[in-house]
């Protein structure tokens, strides 16, 4: 009898074991997977935007405020989510060195500004996807996309438009089966959660990262977005309360595409918008207005950087300010579109996304209030243009 208690405990001991190391394996698939589709994700996204904006070419003033409208909200968002978390300053997580390698990839060059930029512009156009560097994605990206958007239709046109569309769909169905599967995740994740802060995560700070992301959307909300339609005149309340129904539709259904008839109905319908305006604006703002998600890729980007040991410099942090705009721009119309952008951004760092997957539990909450805020910025940017082409 004297034998039982240790043979319970060192039972108990190899069952944690295994749960841990069942659970790290499963992380550690989801977050590969995660990495593999994020980086096409971003590029093909980014192509296909701006080629077909450049097919809005011939709406002029209405185009041209929407487009304004849209990187005005969207840098604020920015702005604001960086002030909060210089403010509130999340800290770095105690994580098993395991999960920290790689992070002296980032602290060691010691590259001058003009090395910096000339890193940024690729010589070759497979070695930025090889070396996972981002910025040389962003740029080719943009790049391709604002020529094809420039080229006269034609056939070939078409064809290149269709084979990067194609490619676009073949990864949305991946991402699918991805999310179908992604509970299962999840479980491992929080596991792998568990373990750390049993390990010593420090759960203080990923407290204050959740209070800087959803703190900057809802200053985004209730501030920001409606100083911006007071300075035209226009009544805050009255619009949000005209626009209530699309707002709590995306809040519930995460999705801006999904609630985008319900945007242009209660635009149309309950705040006058016309229709010409409204019709021509918002599935744009659907696509290019990510006020939420420009707040959670810089905030999270910060916060994953120093978890890998990098020093946030003011020049570093207002880099990644920019950053964080042209990415929301080009953000995918998918589920859980700004984690998965945010990770590609990441992936080419050298620091530890495995703080990915500590985040990954409860994305699913601060997607709710993303995609509101997303929906509440495509209204107002809608309701400003209307008033001022007064169409």
């Known amino acids: 009898m004297d034998w039982c208690p240790p043979y319970r405990h060192y039972s108990r001991t190899a069952q944690v074991d295994f749960i841990d190391v069942a659970a790290t394996f499963v992380a550690t698939i989801y977050t590969r997977l995660f990495q593999l589709l994020a980086v096409p994700i971003i590029v093909l996204a980014i192509i296909t935007t701006l080629a077909s904006l450049g097919k809005s070419a011939e709406a002029g003033r209405i185009f041209g405020r929407t487009i304004i409208y849209t990187l005005l909200t969207t840098l604020v968002a920015s702005l604001v989510g960086l002030a909060l978390f210089v403010a509130i300053e999340p800290g770095v997580l105690s994580l098993p060195a395991s999960d ?58 078409t064809a290149v438009l269709n084979f990067f569309q194609g490619l676009q769909d073949v990864i949305f169905l991946l991402i699918k089966a991805l999310i179908w599967a992604l509970p299962l995740g999840i479980v491992a994740f929080a596991a792998q959660l568990a373990s750390q802060l049993s390990a010593g ?38 619009t949000l309360r005209l626009m209530l129904p699309a707002v709590l539709m995306a809040l519930f259904t995460k999705s801006s595409a999904a ?3 319900v945007t242009i109905s209660s635009a149309e319908n309950r705040l006058k918008v016309n229709p010409k305006v409204s019709r021509f604006v918002l599935p744009i703002c659907t696509t290019i207005n990510m006020n939420g998600c420009a707040a959670f ?6 916060f994953v950087l120093q978890q890998g040991g990098v020093v946030l410099t003011w020049p570093l942090m207002l880099t990644w300010v920019l950053i964080s705009v042209v990415s929301a721009v080009g953000n995918a119309g998918v589920p859980m579109g700004c984690y998965f952008l945010t990770l590609s951004l990441m992936s080419g760092m050298g620091v530890p996304v ?30 400003l243009t209307n008033h001022d082409l007064k169409l």
Not at 222 to 235: T, Y
Not at 297 to 302: D, E, P, R, W
């Open 100 to 157: 920290v390698e790689g992070s002296a990839a980032v602290q060691a060059p010691s590259l001058s500004y003009t090395d910096h930029i000339l890193s940024v512009v690729p010589n070759n156009v497979v070695r930025p996807f090889l070396e996972g560097n981002v910025l040389s994605l962003l740029l080719l990206a943009a790049a391709v996309g604002i020529a094809l958007s420039h080229l006269p239709v034609s056939e070939s046109r």
């Open 259 to 261: 609630t985008l008839p």
């Open 354 to 383: 495995a703080v990915m997957g500590i985040i990954l539990p409860i994305y699913t909450i601060i997607d709710m209030v993303e995609t509101a805020v997303n929906v509440w910025s495509d209204s107002c940017v809608c309701a």
């Open 297 to 302: 890729i810089l905030v999270t980007s910060l």
């Open 201 to 238: 995560v420090v759960a203080d700070s990923i407290g204050k990262y959740v209070l800087v992301v959803l703190g900057g959307n809802l200053v985004q909300f209730f501030v920001v977005l409606p100083l911006f339609l007071l300075s035209r005149g226009l009544n805050p309340v009255r």
